[in-house]
């Protein structure tokens, strides 16, 4: 799968924008999480599957054709960075993917930890959830929403590559069911997504969204 933060280099004219939606992060009815809560809560749950890699399993293949583990990592590294940005209304760089985990050897883990946390600070800042990010002529919660997809989905493949337990949170998984619904038809038509995998019934939330973006989480 080629990620939605593709999209900023292409029309996202087809893609249906909704509007910034203000939260207090209540947990009463009907009330939208902060992005930031929900980023928070996805790292969480990833440092211990990125923890778990070892050195040997670098080279393994992963779900994401185009990456080895290696490169999956560091891609995943390089988004977590790049969207602090992102939520401050700046411009990324996407141009090329630093070797983080060669630069930093055996920290990553931790320095991936260290940028996780700057990654919720500046999506909570004032306003970050507010307007249109950058480039990508977005929605920036729906910007928000797409790192929050690549942090889940990818922890995903890091665990199915070398065979960890992941259990996603909840609220990220239906916060990322219903940005999958809005952009799927046209990130399927640039090849963001693959075409959606069946899953059978009783399959789990994070299987169906895993389907919809072209995975197969039973396979």
Not at 33 to 58: K, M, T
Request: a negative charge; charged letters at 25%.
């Amino acid at each position: 799968m080629t990620d939605t933060r593709d999209i900023q280099d292409k029309s996202v004219g087809s893609v249906e924008p909704v509007e910034p939606v203000e939260s207090d992060g209540a947990d009463g009815p009907g009330t939208v999480p902060p992005i930031s809560e929900l980023l928070d809560a996805a790292g969480r749950a990833a440092l211990p599957v990125l923890r778990g890699v070892r050195d040997d399993q670098l080279g393994l293949p992963t779900p994401c054709a185009e990456y080895d583990l290696r490169a999956l990592l560091n891609h995943l590294f390089h988004v977590v960075v790049a969207f602090q940005a992102l939520a401050a209304k700046q411009e990324a760089d996407f141009s090329r993917t630093p070797d983080r985990l060669g630069e930093y050897g055996a920290q990553w883990t931790d320095r991936f930890a260290r940028e996780a946390a700057r990654l919720v600070e500046a999506w909570a800042a004032p306003g970050a959830e507010q307007g249109v990010s950058g480039g990508m002529r977005l929605p920036a919660r729906t910007v928000g929403a797409m790192v929050l997809l690549d942090l889940v989905v990818h922890t995903w493949d890091v665990a199915r590559a070398t065979g960890r337990p992941y259990e996603a949170p909840a609220g990220c998984v239906a916060e990322l069911r219903a940005l999958v619904a809005r952009m799927a038809p046209t990130a399927r038509q640039m090849n963001v997504f693959a075409e959606p995998v069946p899953v059978p019934p009783g399959a789990t939330e994070l299987d169906a969204l895993l389907a919809e973006t072209g995975r197969d989480p039973l396979g």
